[in-house]
């Protein structure tokens, strides 16, 4: 694998190879399992494939988060090493590279920026936006790859695409968990100890979801996964909300449920200092 950090020697590369179609795993570092089984899914299906790491200020709309968000440079690169290949390339830019300029733009999403995440974290959702496409403008993939973990934001990309009118398929992949069932996230890493062991009830809780939705209502579902959530020492519910895949409408009633959409139970928990997401898929059977 190649590192380059300019947008100048990533394009002068990819034009030099020539090879499609392109993949893009775009990350901000921090690397981990989950990260890994979308870059694996890109190495399956193109003959090149860039992966950045940068981390986004734009996206974060607490100061702190940003300061704290983890950073391993070394550690991901090792964790590249072993399933890059020689035609495949890390992009690691300065933010000078990829904002030689403020970025004002606004973008619009409807409802998808007015549930759950954009509720918690007021433009988040557009710094995501800028981010994106400005990096696919520069590296052109033909697919890009992102997780399912991050539910609402692959939404809104999925939404940015239609938009911009780029070509670029966009992939889910699967959560990975780690064996206790927490889904993987470069945030992990910052839970205290006492606070990691009991994390496991946000994926129990949800899971516990799946089945009870044959049997009670929305109102009666929500209530007992915010009692589940909040009775453990350290954890609070931010949100949790049923929604469809598409439109991110959340539900209020089991008789919205549609059966030619697919529908997932998302959530949102503060655990300690450190802020969580999960999702699960819901099928109304």
Do not use: W
Request: net charge positive.
């Amino acid at each position: 694998m190649k590192v380059l950090s300019t947008v100048i020697e990533l394009q002068t590369q990819l034009k030099k190879m020539h090879l499609s179609p392109v993949g893009f795993v775009p990350t901000m570092g921090a690397l981990h399992e989950g990260h890994l089984s979308l870059v694996q899914n890109a190495v399956q299906q193109c003959p090149v494939i860039v992966v950045s790491i940068f981390v986004n200020p734009t996206q974060f709309n607490n100061k702190n988060d940003l300061k704290n968000y983890p950073r391993t440079p070394d550690s991901d690169l090792s964790l590249l090493k072993k399933v890059l290949r020689e035609t495949d390339l890390v992009f690691t830019p300065g933010i000078k590279e990829i904002y030689p300029e403020e970025d004002l733009r606004k973008f619009h999403f409807g409802n998808l920026d007015n549930v759950m995440e954009a509720l918690h974290r007021p433009g988040h959702f557009n710094g995501v936006a800028q981010v994106v496409s400005k990096l696919f403008d520069i590296v052109k993939p033909d697919i890009a790859i992102f997780g399912l973990k991050d539910f609402q934001q692959l939404a809104i990309i999925k939404a940015l695409v239609k938009q911009t009118g780029n070509k670029v398929r966009i992939i889910g992949n699967p959560i990975i968990r780690e064996n206790d069932g927490l889904a993987l996230s470069s945030r992990n890493r910052l839970l205290e100890p006492e606070i990691r062991s009991h994390a496991t009830i946000i994926f129990k809780t949800i899971s516990a979801v799946t089945q009870m939705i044959k049997n009670y209502n929305i109102t009666e579902i929500k209530s007992f996964v915010r009692e589940s959530i909040n009775n453990v020492p350290g954890f609070k519910i931010e949100y949790f909300e049923i929604v469809d895949d598409i439109d991110l409408i959340p539900l209020k009633t089991k008789t919205e449920m549609k059966r030619d959409k697919r529908y997932f139970g998302c959530i949102a928990v503060v655990a300690g200092k450190i802020r969580l997401i999960d999702n699960i898929e819901i099928e109304l059977v």
